[in-house]
């Protein structure tokens, strides 16, 4: 079992900068995938980004490539993601996951979620 809490949301304008955390319970947070989905209102929750369990493999979806990393601190059952060049577009609540699975990029793949943390970006 896996107990997810995010921190790190807020509101910051276009251009802006965040970090968003993930806390982890559980002895066996290192042997999962870390991902962050975010939804914004009337939409799907996509992928964001995604990170393997030794933090060798990444994902990104095209929207953010270049612009978010994500990056995990097993040690501290952390995983985080840093949010630059921020648009009004990217405003959403951003949900961290886990799965068993190497680097699913489908959400019902994903075992374990967080309450989410609300983004928020003004123009």
């Known amino acids: 079992q896996v107990q997810l809490v995010e921190s790190g949301g807020g509101l910051v304008q276009a251009g802006g900068s965040l970090r968003l955390s993930c806390a982890a319970s559980g002895r066996t947070f290192s042997s999962y995938t870390m991902a962050w989905f975010r939804q914004a209102p009337g939409k799907e929750r996509d992928l964001v980004a995604a990170?393997?369990?030794?933090?060798?493999?990444?994902y990104y979806a095209d929207s953010v490539k270049g612009r978010f990393t994500i990056s995990r601190d097993n040690a501290k059952n952390t995983v985080y993601l840093q949010m630059n060049s921020l648009k009004p577009e990217d405003t959403a609540n951003y949900y961290c996951a886990a799965s068993k699975l190497v680097l699913p990029t489908t959400r019902p793949l994903y075992d374990y979620w967080g309450q989410g943390t609300q983004v928020t970006v003004s123009s």
């Open positions: 990170i393997s369990w030794i933090g060798g493999s990444t």
